[in-house]
C-alpha cells in the first residue's frame, strides 16, 4: 500500500524556520519525483517545490525560491522542505506527492500519490 505521511508542521512566528518531512512507501523511492504542494483556505493547491528522482534537480515556485529548500534521503525513503524566513501569507496544509519516473512539474494533475497534508501557520 502506498502511503505518503507528511509531519514537522505546527506553529511558528514570521521570519522563523520549520523543516517538513514526507516518509514515504513508494517503491523504489528512488525512482519518484517528489513535490511539495500547499493549500491555504479559500485557495486552490498550488506548488512550492520539487526534486527529481533522477540528477536530483530540484525546482522552486518562484516566490519560495531562496526561502525553501528541498531535498531528499533515497536511503530512509524521505524527501524534506526546509522553510525559512516564514511568513504569514505561508500559512496553509502542505502535502507531499509523488511521480513515478516523471521529469519535473509543477502540475498538481502529475502526481499520482499525495500525504494527508500537514499544517503550518505562520503568526504575525
Known amino acids: 500500500q502506498v502511503r505518503l505521511v507528511e509531519s514537522g508542521g505546527g506553529l511558528v512566528q514570521a521570519g522563523g524556520s520549520l523543516r517538513l518531512s514526507c516518509a514515504a512507501s513508494?517503491?523504489?523511492?528512488?525512482?519518484?519525483?517528489m513535490g511539495w504542494f500547499r493549500q491555504a483556505p479559500g485557495t486552490e493547491r498550488e506548488f512550492v517545490a520539487g526534486?527529481?528522482?533522477?540528477?536530483?534537480?530540484?525546482y522552486y515556485a518562484d516566490s519560495m525560491k531562496g526561502r525553501f529548500t528541498v531535498s531528499r534521503d533515497n536511503a530512509k525513503n524521505t524527501v524534506y522542505l526546509q522553510m525559512n524566513t516564514l511568513k504569514p501569507e505561508d500559512t496553509a496544509v502542505y502535502y507531499c506527492a509523488a511521480r513515478y519516473l516523471g521529469a519535473r512539474s509543477t502540475s498538481e494533475n502529475d502526481y499520482v500519490y499525495w500525504g494527508q497534508g500537514t499544517q503550518v501557520t505562520v503568526s504575525s
Open positions: 526534486i527529481t528522482w533522477t540528477a536530483y534537480i530540484t
Open positions: 513508494v517503491f523504489p523511492f528512488s525512482s519518484y519525483t
